[in-house]
């Protein structure tokens, strides 16, 4: 699994999900929910993204997409 960043302004992290090219699950952080969040996840399934999301989510929501089970890992 891949986890996409993207830093927007107001302290919002978003994070979106993808799996074997099947978009996953995207949720938003605040920089402590993110921290808290990031320490579980191996830095080679992190992509940092160098532009803000605008999805016009806030904080606090996320979107699930189905991920086929048995897709497996990138």
């Keep these: 699994m891949t986890h996409y960043i993207f ?3 107001k302290d919002e992290i978003h994070v979106q999900n993808a799996v ?4 996953g699950q995207h949720h ?3 920089s402590k929910s993110y921290f808290e969040w ?3 996840i191996p830095d ?3 992509r940092e ?5 605008d999805c016009g989510r ?9 991920v086929k ?3 497996g890992d990138e």
């Design 20 to 23: 074997r090219g099947y978009l």
């Design 69 to 71: 089970e048995g897709d």
């Design 38 to 40: 990031v320490r579980e």
């Design 58 to 66: 806030e904080h606090g929501t996320y979107t699930a997409w189905p």
């Design 28 to 30: 938003i952080h605040d």
């Design 49 to 53: 993204m160098h532009t803000p999301c």
């Design 44 to 46: 080679d399934q992190i």
């Design 7 to 9: 830093r927007n302004a």
